[in-house]
Nanobody, 120 residues
Framework: VQLQASGGGLVQAGGSLRLSCAATGNIFSVGTMGWYRQAPGKQRELVAT???????NYANSVQGRFTVSRDNAEKTVSLQMNSLKPEDTAVYYCNADLARYYWSRRVEYWGQGTLVTVSS
């Protein structure tokens, strides 16, 4: 099982980027999915999460600028980031609670991280 993230890059302040993450491999069920980020010298922090029932939760710092979405059939989660600020610069990690088999409990998985750099 892997979480494969894509979509990072360099963008000017005020610009937009869209991150995507796909869960691949033998997966029976997917629970909450989301995005976290880690800026240089800082701890990893929650950006946004979305449950299987599409309930969302956002960090105060991104509320109103970022939108998390998911496709349950495709087992993907996306993060649309608008009005980007230099302080959004970080490595972004996708995260998902996955069960590999019908008899197994969900376990947390992390993607490899994708760098987002916002220039001023």
């Amino acid at each position: 099982v892997q979480l494969q993230a894509s979509g990072g890059g360099l963008v000017q302040a005020g610009g937009s980027l869209r991150l995507s993450c796909a869960a691949t491999g033998n997966i029976f069920s997917v629970g909450t999915m989301g995005w976290y980020r880690q800026a240089p010298g800082k701890q990893r922090e929650l950006v946004a999460t979305i449950t299987g029932g599409y309930s969302t939760n956002y960090a105060n710092s991104v509320q109103g600028r970022f939108t998390v979405s998911r496709d349950n059939a495709e087992k993907t989660v996306s993060l649309q980031m608008n009005s980007l600020k230099p302080e959004d610069t970080a490595v972004y990690y996708c995260n998902a609670d996955l069960a590999r088999y019908y008899w197994s409990r969900r376990v947390e998985y992390w993607g490899q991280g994708t760098l987002v750099t916002v220039s001023s």
